[in-house]
């Protein structure tokens, strides 16, 4: 499995910015595909995830409702769309595949860059 992130950039406080995440190889449809962040710094976080089949997602309880999780198996893209962006969110963000075979987010995209100006 493969993954490839885009869409990051600069932003201002407030603004909204869409990551794109494009998946390639086997993925199955219970297979979860998630995003994550690192901030300089810190460790990297959990952000959210969703099932390939589109059933289940789920969040970090510190974003509230400012991001939402998305997926167009059409596109083989899974995105993470974020409003209302703050300083504190400025970090590399990863997408990433569960392997069914380990439980575990074995598969990671090689990150794109996200900084909120204030």
């Known amino acids: 499995v493969q993954l490839v992130e885009s869409g990051g950039g600069l932003v201002q406080t407030g603004g909204s910015l869409k990551l794109s995440c494009v998946v390639s190889?086997?993925?199955?449809?219970?297979?979860?595909v998630g995003w994550f962040r690192q901030a300089p710094g810190k460790e990297r976080e959990f952000v959210g995830n969703i099932r390939w089949s589109g059933f289940v997602s789920g969040y970090a309880d510190f974003l509230g409702d400012r991001f939402t999780i998305s997926r167009d198996t059409a596109k083989n893209t899974v995105y993470l769309q974020m409003n209302s962006l703050k300083p504190e969110d400025t970090a590399v963000y990863y997408c990433a595949a569960m392997n069914p075979e380990t439980d575990h987010y074995d598969y990671w995209g090689q990150g794109t860059e996200v900084t909120v100006s204030s």
């Open positions: 190889g086997r993925i199955f449809s219970d297979s979860f």
